[in-house]
């Protein structure tokens, strides 16, 4: 399949998938079916239609409302649909389409799922990070056999330094230092660009924050799952890449 095709398909079935991350990040905290009942407006309670169910084009053509009612719908879907259509377009177009999307795309998807409900419940379910880590066991296992033993020691470590973080630090949750653990994983070696992406992005956050609302600030907490993910899916892009680029520079 020529790259172009296939980096379109991907962002197909990412803004699909996408869809059903919304989902997932709405109904999973509030520990709902994932599958019934279909998706409804949450003010009138109409069943929506396939027609207006059409990742990001139907919420633009309805102006982010809804059809019956009127009632708004929160840019939050067109937004995931979309961040999950890039993502995936991104990850085929860096990487091609090869044996290690079995590891990536998912990976990337449940980052996804978990920053969104991290955003908005500050929870990282366990519902998600325990099947994710046996995805990642298992994918590594199938894609990259030889690698496993680095993919176990980085899960290890990335846990292990990020529980050190939660006892010395009241900013760390548990649900943080369980999916720096999957992340390490997933990503072996390139963990460590993952993790140094998150903490900066993070620090910087912290800091907008901190000179916004001053003192006010201390009492804000600030999701850390968002950054992890962000540092997971950068990692997927150009970990590698930079961990070779360090070890040429720092290294050899």
């Given amino acids: 399949m020529p790259q172009a095709a296939a980096i379109v398909l991907a962002a197909i079935a990412g803004a699909c998938i996408g869809s059903f991350l919304n989902v997932v990040i709405h109904r999973l905290p509030l520990g709902e079916s994932l599958v019934h009942p ?38 939050r879907y067109p937004a995931v649909e979309l961040l ?32 969104g409900i991290d955003l908005e419940h500050q929870l990282l379910p366990n519902k998600i990070v325990y099947p994710l880590a046996v995805w990642g066991l298992v994918a590594v296992a199938i894609v990259d056999t030889g690698d496993l033993p680095e993919h176990l020691i980085a899960g290890a470590a990335a846990f292990l330094v990020f529980l050190v973080i939660a006892v010395v630090s009241a900013g760390m949750g548990v649900g943080d230092v369980k999916l720096a653990g999957v992340m390490g994983v997933f990503l072996g070696v390139a963990v460590i660009p993952a993790l140094f992406a998150a903490f900066l992005t993070g620090s910087l956050v912290g800091l907008v924050i901190m000179i916004r609302e001053g003192t006010g600030a201390r009492k804000k907490k600030v999701p850390f799952g968002v950054f992890l993910a962000l540092g997971g899916i950068v990692a997927v892009l150009v970990g590698p890449e930079l961990v070779e680029l360090y070890d040429d520079r720092f290294l050899s």
């Fill in 84 to 115: 999950t259509a890039v993502a995936f377009a991104a990850v085929v177009a860096v990487g091609g389409a090869d044996d290690d999307l079995l590891l990536e795309l998912p990976f990337v998807a449940s980052l996804i799922a978990l920053a």
């Fill in 38 to 75: 279909r998706s409804r407006c949450p003010q009138c309670g109409t069943e929506i239609s396939s027609l207006d169910n059409i990742p990001v084009l139907s919420w633009l053509l309805l102006r982010g409302r809804c059809r019956h009612c009127g009632a708004g719908i929160s840019p």
